[in-house]
């Protein structure tokens, strides 16, 4: 894997078949959202455990005439959560509290880019590729066969999910044909029937028949009440550029508060990998994750002071908060998430930046019916705290770890960029950026180097600095020296998500662009 060149157009994803879906469309004269449609249907198919219609979808969305517009896919909770006073548990039926918003957000892209980038695919037409991985077959992925390998001690937990991928009590092998007539069906109606018969038709019928049988509390109106929101996204200056993200209930903030920070810090004398380049990130991480605690919510719930977080004078004072040679204390809460990222782009300066999730691997482990529809278990990032921005409220979404992104120049989309991996997201995002834009670094170079996560994972009950073993031994030393809590993963673990890029050159339209070794993606240019 290394990158992509190209100046006809360009699609990343972490499933190389579902790249190709996505090339194909643009190789028919299809626009980066057209692209991006088909090869997010594809990864629903090709990726189970971590992207599907039952979960949900974000994106940023830039036209060749310089607007850029986000799609906020997030679906709302039921409006029965009487029993969650206290409790919302992480897996099973009861964990499938919120609707889902993907394929709303879908149909929303699909009509910004008719009106806005004279997008001429028909949506029936952009399911098709999909459909043949469905019907007829793909391999099974690496990352599909870790993580049900992952979650064996679960069986009984995820029973629906194993049931369904596995073949009695024995993994699949990487590389065996997998169909899924179930969910073939279920896309040849959408494709056929439109999105809202997810919401409102004959499929919603079956969805809300099957969630009731399965003991969710989601019923047949919550799903018709969902939609997509489509707003103007949150930004801030970043050396001569401007990044962009969602606003929240997403942790887009987060994210540009990190980055925010880090505008504070001259990187040009900090050696790319050396300790000051990861602790100044590490410390801009845990400022930005202490306000994400306190306000990240859904704000047509809250009252967000966003304006006053994003600005200039209070992200220098954060920045005059960091000891740049004592790490500060840390415990924090965790949150958990697996999710897959897409970015298209193409000749016309079209651009596209989507995250879609089932929220924990796996999701909530329910199979929907007959539909081959996992549901998500995204209620789960509610709080409890009945006084808390992000209290669980009939209707209301829940803050949301997913924050696609895009990082303007002169107006144009000059770095297309995201990540799985829910508090691990920013983070990554942070060591992308800056070895991207400070470092000069080339896509490839930039997601291959080794990354860190901070507080619990999966593997990791503690709430320390997770680093890859292929950091310099000095830089270790170092981080140690300054009060980190250092443990270790291997190279190119993937636990620590996986991420996708392209860079476009604003002058001369060359795309670069490639996908996460830690991931089964690829890159593809036409």
Known sequence: MTNAVSTKGMVTSPHALASECGAKILNAGGTAVEAAIATSAALYVTYPHFCGLGGDTLMLIADHKGKVQAVSGIGQAASNTTGYETHIPVRGARSALTSAGALAALENAWLIGKDHMDGQKTWSSLWEPALELAFGGYPVSESERFWLS?????????????????TGNVLPNVGALRRRKDLGNT??????????????????????????????????QDLANTRARTE??????????????????????STLQIMGIL????????PQGGVDHFNWMVE??????????????????????????????????????????????????????????VATADAMGNAV???????????????????????????????????????????????????????????????????????GQPQTLAAI????????????????????????????????????????????????????ALSFLEAHSPLMGHSGAIVVNT????MIGTHDPRSDGLAIGI
């Open 150 to 166: 992952f979650r064996e001690s679960e069986r009984r937990t995820l029973k629906n999910v194993f049931t369904n991928f596995c």
């Open 263 to 270: 505008n504070n810090v001259d990187f040009s004398n900090l």
């Open 433 to 484: 950026l800056t070895r991207l834009i400070d470092y000069e670094m080339d896509p490839y170079a930039a997601l291959s180097a080794p990354r860190f996560l901070l507080g619990k994972t999966f593997s990791d009950s503690t709430d320390n600095l997770k680093i890859e073993k292929d950091i310099a031994a000095d830089t270790v030393e170092a981080l140690q020296a300054r009060g980190h």
């Open 353 to 423: 930046s989507v995250l879609a999730t089932v929220y924990y691997d796996w999701g909530s482990g329910v199979m929907v019916g007959d539909t081959g529809i996992l549901w998500h278990n995204r209620g789960a990032a509610f709080s409890t705290q009945a006084q808390h921005p992000n209290a669980l409220a009939p209707g209301k979404r829940p803050m949301h770890t997913l924050n696609p992104g895009m990082y303007l120049k002169n107006n144009k989309p000059n770095i297309l960029f995201g990540t799985q991996g829910a508090d």
């Open 232 to 253: 103007q996204p949150i930004a801030i200056d970043y050396r001569d550029g401007v990044l962009m993200s969602l606003p929240p209930p997403s942790q887009g903030m």
């Open 187 to 220: 896309l040849l109606a959408i494709a056929n029937r439109g999105a809202r018969d997810f919401y409102e038709g004959e499929l919603a019928f079956q969805l809300a028949k099957g969630l009731e049988k399965a003991g969710s509390p989601l019923g047949a």
């Open 284 to 341: 801009a991480v845990k400022l930005a994750f202490i306000d994400r605690k306190q306000y990240l919510a859904d704000s047509e719930s809250v009252e967000i002071p966003l304006k006053k977080l994003l600005s200039k004078d209070y992200l220098f004072q954060q920045a005059q908060q960091i000891h740049p040679n004592q790490a500060r204390d840390w415990p924090h809460t965790h949150q958990s998430g697996d999710t897959v990222y």
């Open 507 to 510: 002058d001369t339209g060359e």
